[in-house]
């Protein structure tokens, strides 16, 4: 039982080479794709637009990831907005730093891209 | 699943600029006033490029890009203090990851030990000197299970697991599971505040259910009354049944709770199916520890305290935050395309060879009755217009601010200083001035020269600074400006100033000056500009590469550039270049002289006039000087110049075109006649033909006739050249005429 209308998923990530990547497989799998370029910018796309998911890398200019999650989470109306952190690491300490601001879970840089989509069909659906 | 290779060119491409960020970044690194910023942008730009290199496969890439990842890390925390030494190592560090991405780039393995240097000096620098053993390049492709299932000792859970392993065995005996397969049971409890991390156990129910057959039982024992449910809570918990091929590992289950492990309750068995099946099952057993019957069971009692980790959530979610809305941007992530140099060569071609078939049709339609097509004239007025308007946009696309340039510098004053011993500050200003791409590209070998050459024979040593009471560092100064459609890029030093005698002497040794001549300050200045003339006395490592200031001069001029030199002894010395915006298309007039057809560079034209005889004087030689407002200029036959029969000799019957160069001096070329003003499509000359004394380029006119664009500055040489070959006048105005003016340093 698939969702009928196509879910929309936010990619933030300061490298173009990332959020193509992932732009190009999450569309390949049938999801609408947004960018952002930093958490500042993301704030302003999901503000404009109803998302269904939201993937961030955590180093970026301007606003980082866990800043961004923590501003999203402040909003009543994205309390529950599965947030996915793109990490480089496997890192233990970087996913609890994560789960403690509110992600919903992480992705392990470099994704593979059948790993990457059945991680948001596990969030999203 | 779809190739991601597709990507790699935006990698590089991307990869080749965070290099520069991080080149950038390092260069202003100096210890004791580290920018937490500027260090950031270093970290991310090197972790991008990691990330990416990870996705491709680059692990050598990549395992050095922790390294270096490693100890910016320890920069931006502060565990690794800024020295000296430290951006020295950065640097090569950056240089080396450029390697490893041109390795990259060309499919090759780097050779053994190319980063073991580099890797063991990073090392070096982080706190307690410790070797960071790992390996990241072997960074997984999934993240290895955290073993939340393992704590099965926790026998609290006793009570409930015991009851899960007696249904699961039961069920075994009444329903077999069918060869090939294996059925699990998955009971999932989440904790009630599951949501607030915006998991979504559906989904989690949904994913397992792609695993194989699933069936899902809902346990609501824990659902509260209406009075003191909380919404916002999960009171719910599942049962789920699954039977999946035996490719399904416990891995793949583990998966479906990879977000959730921490915060969950989950009990996972599995049955095998019967051993005795005549073909032996699958040998599933290797990644199932746990599969042998009866079920083993992993489990953690009701919700325990909370970990600080679930708490934190909430305690963010309830401060308020300023600023939330965060809806300034309006959600566009890039106005910007990328496109290939080529297509845009393309353009900019096209739109040439439209500015000559536009000069061409115009040319013809000149030879049209008068007064009758005027709606035709009309229009190839607006195409004219809109001709230029094309040109100019297109060529603004190619447009790139010298930046790309200027940001090289910082790292070549740094090595340069180093080499020489001596204390450099650079300066840079303008350098977002805007010049055509290939302008750019070719401006950097002619600075990277002079900029040395500045260091090494401008600036004094520290100590002998101090002696003359200057700042021990000696200051470069770098500027770019537009000025009457032009750049001119400067590049200033308060050194010691050009050593006159010394160049003099060296000049007269190398035969280069005829012994006794009496030469003027700024001619023996241009002097260092001569072929094979050089004042090191010892082939230094830093300008003695053989490349020599006529070469810089060399390479300018076939830009259409022009370069001078402006020295005070004591007080330092000043290069001024000046180019073309563009190596393309220029606005030009168009002169005839005799049959020959010129353009001069409209950007060189003062104004045109025709001299009264009282107005022109003669000078002994062929020197003759007219009087134009005020100033005496130099003219300039072009006929006798470049050898044209049929000319109008007679200056008071011709026209003078009087021309400036970037220096303000003055000529006056004598021409038969001024044709109209036009845009030409540049052609260089060398490369079509070979370069010409007093010629700039060439072009192609309306009419398909090539006509040569003059170069101003090359003219004044030539005729210079023609002056020196008879006796000088003793007080010739002429010789007070070009001396450029000479601002201080």
Known sequence: MEPSVKKKVLTVDDSRTMRDMVSFTLKGAGYDVVEAADGQQALGVIGANKVDLVITDLNMPVMDGLTLIRRLRATPAHRTLPILMLTTEADEKKKSEGRAVGATGWIVKPFNPEKLISVVQKVCG | ?745
């Open chain 2, 1 to 745: 699943m779809e190739d991601l290779s597709r990507f790699k060119q935006t990698y590089f491409d991307e990869s080749a600029e965070l290099l520069e960020v991080a080149e950038a970044g390092l260069l202003r690194l100096t210890p004791g006033e580290v920018d937490s910023d500027e260090v950031n942008a270093i970290f991310r730009a090197v972790h991008s490029i990691k990330g990416g290199g990870g996705a491709f496969g680059f692990t050598e890439l990549v395992a050095f890009a922790h390294e270096f990842e490693t100890v910016m890390d320890g920069v931006r925390n502060n565990t690794v203090p800024v020295t000296t030494e430290l951006v020295d190592t950065l640097i090569r560090a950056n240089d080396l990851l450029g390697q490893m991405l041109a390795y990259a780039r060309e499919g090759d393995p780097a050779p053994a030990g190319t980063t073991d240097g580099t890797v063991a000096a990073l090392r070096r620098h982080l706190s307690g000197g410790a070797p960071q053993a790992q390996a990241p390049a072997a960074a997984p492709a999934a993240p290895a299970p955290v073993p939340v299932y393992a704590d099965d000792e926790d026998d609290e859970a006793g009570l409930f697991g015991d009851a899960m392993a007696a249904i699961a065995a039961a069920r075994a005996e009444e329903d077999p599971v069918p060869p090939g397969k294996l059925r699990w049971t998955i009971v999932f409890r989440p904790r009630p505040d599951l949501l607030m991390s915006g998991n979504e156990p559906a989904f989690m129910l949904r994913a397992l259910r792609r695993l194989g057959d699933a069936t899902v039982e809902c346990h609501t024992d824990a659902l509260p009354t209406l009075q003191t449910l909380e919404a916002e809570l999960l009171h719910l918990s599942w049962t789920v049944t699954l039977l999946a091929d035996a490719d399904v590992d416990l891995d793949k289950i583990n998966d479906v709770f990879e977000f959730v492990a921490d915060d969950c309750d989950i009990r996972i068995t599995a049955d095998a199916p019967p051993p005795a099946a005549p073909e032996a099952p699958p040998p599933v057993t290797d990644p199932l520890p746990v599969a042998a019957p009866p079920a083993v069971v992993a489990a953690v009692p009701e919700p325990p305290p909370k970990t600080p980790g679930a708490d934190a959530p909430k305690a963010e979610a309830a401060r308020p935050r300023p600023n939330g809305g965060g809806a300034e941007h309006a959600g566009l992530t890039s106005h910007t395309i990328r496109v290939d140099l080529d297509k845009i060569d393309r353009l900019v071609n096209m739109v040439g060879e439209m500015v000559i078939t536009q000069a061409m049709i115009a040319e013809h339609v000149r030879e049209l009755p008068p007064g009758e097509f005027q709606e035709l004239l009309e229009g190839l007025e607006q195409l004219a217009q809109h001709t230029r308007e094309l040109r100019e946009s297109v060529m603004s696309i190619r447009a790139q601010p010298v930046s790309s340039v200027f940001s090289r510098m910082p790292r070549l004053v740094r090595e340069c200083a180093a080499t020489t011993g001596k204390e450099v500050q650079l300066v840079t200003s303008g350098e977002t001035t805007e010049v055509d791409k290939t302008v750019v590209e070719n401006l950097v070998d002619p600075l990277t020269h002079m900029i040395r050459n500045s260091i090494d024979h401008g600036l004094e040593g520290p100590e002998e600074r101090e002696r003359v009471g200057k700042p021990r560092a000696g200051t470069v100064h770098l500027s770019a400006q537009h000025r009457s459609g032009r750049i001119v890029i400067e590049i200033t030093d308060d050194g010691r100033g050009i050593n006159r005698p010394k160049v003099l002497s060296k000049a007269i040794e190398k035969g280069l000056v005829q012994p006794g001549a009496t030469l003027s300050d700024e001619e023996i200045d241009n002097l260092i500009f001569l072929p094979g003339f050089s004042t090191a006395d010892q082939v230094s490592n830093l300008s003695g590469r053989g490349v020599g200031m006529d070469v810089v001069r060399r390479n300018i001029t076939s830009l259409g550039g022009r370069i001078g030199v402006y020295s005070t002894p004591g007080e330092g010395s000043r290069f001024v270049l000046s180019l073309p915006l563009t190596l393309a298309v220029l606005d030009g007039m168009v002169i005839s002289v005799g049959e020959e057809r010129f353009v001069l560079p409209l950007t060189n034209i003062v104004e045109s006039l025709r001299p009264k005889a009282a107005d022109l004087h003669g000078l002994v030689g062929k020197c003759d000087v007219m009087m134009a407002r005020g100033e005496y200029v130099r003219l300039v036959y072009l006929h006798q110049l470049f050898g044209i029969p049929g000319a109008v000799a007679d200056p008071t019957r011709a026209l003078v075109v009087l021309v400036e160069t970037e220096d303000g001096s003055r000529l006056g070329l004598v021409v038969d006649e001024v044709l109209g003003q036009q845009q030409v499509v540049i052609k260089s000359l060398e490369a079509n033909f070979r370069r010409l004394d007093g010629v700039a380029a060439a072009t192609i006119l309306g009419d398909g006739r090539v006509a040569l664009i003059l170069d101003v500055a090359g003219l004044r040489e030539m005729s210079r050249h023609m002056d020196s070959r008879a006796p000088r006048p003793p007080s010739s105005p002429v010789a007070a005429l070009p001396a450029p003016a000479l601002e201080p340093v």
